[in-house]
Each structure stands twice: as structure tokens, then as C-alpha cells.
Nanobody
Framework: QVQLVESGGGLVQPGGSLRLSCAAS????????MGWYRQAPGKQRELVAT???????DYADSLKGRFTISRDNAANTVSLQMNSLKPEDTAVYFC?????????????WGQGTQVTVSS
């Protein structure tokens, strides 16, 4: 019923910037937490950043100062501004949303968008 769709990925040179966006649609009354995760080839999926309805943010320590997460609660969207990109940032980036239903919170995931940082 709920769908998350990411956009904005692509190929960028080291030091460049990209902005990812994610839109949630479907039967949604509220979203507690939205966030971004990434998975590089051969690696486990890892946290990039999360943001609550109230604007509380949690970043992966290694990404603080380079990545910025934001959300539009009314539009059910979340964005990730990525600056000073490095080759090690290359990964599939996934949008995540924690959506409550009948006092239970469910995790939803987007299909992922590829980010490649290379010369």
C-alpha cells in the first residue's frame, strides 16, 4: 500500500555534489522517521542519516559535515544533500520510512538509487 520512490542518483566526480529525494505515497497518516541508508557491493546496508517528524537528526559519524538530511512532513518527502563526494560513497542509496499503523510501526523501503563517485 505504501510506496517509496528515490530519485537523484547518478555518476559524479570526486568532490562533486548530488541531491537525492524520496517521496512516500499511499495510505499514510503520518511517518515517524524517514531516513537514508546505503549499501556498497559486498557490504552490509548502513545508516546514512535519519530524521524524525520533529526534526531530530542522526548522522553516521563519518558523514557529518558532508551530508545533510531534510524532510517535508506535509509532502511525505525526505532529501539528502551530498557534498564533497568521495569514491567510497559509491553505493545504492535506499530511502526508509517508519510508518505507524494500529499502534505498530512498520519499516518501508524504496527500490534504491545508484550513486557512483568516480573519475
Amino acid at each position: 500500500q505504501v510506496q517509496l520512490v528515490e530519485s537523484g542518483g547518478g555518476l559524479v566526480q570526486p568532490g562533486g555534489s548530488l541531491r537525492l529525494s524520496c517521496a512516500a505515497s499511499g495510505r499514510i497518516f503520518s511517518i515517524n522517521v524517514m531516513g537514508w541508508y546505503r549499501q556498497a557491493p559486498g557490504k552490509q546496508r548502513e545508516l546514512v542519516a535519519t530524521i524524525t517528524t520533529g526534526g531530530n537528526i542522526d548522522y553516521a559519524d563519518s558523514l557529518k559535515g558532508r551530508f545533510t538530511i531534510s524532510r517535508d512532513n506535509a509532502a511525505n518527502t525526505v532529501s539528502l544533500q551530498m557534498n564533497s563526494l568521495k569514491p567510497e560513497d559509491t553505493a545504492v542509496y535506499f530511502c526508509n520510512a517508519q510508518i505507524p499503523w494500529m499502534s505498530v510501526v512498520y519499516d518501508y523501503w524504496g527500490q534504491g538509487t545508484q550513486v557512483t563517485v568516480s573519475s
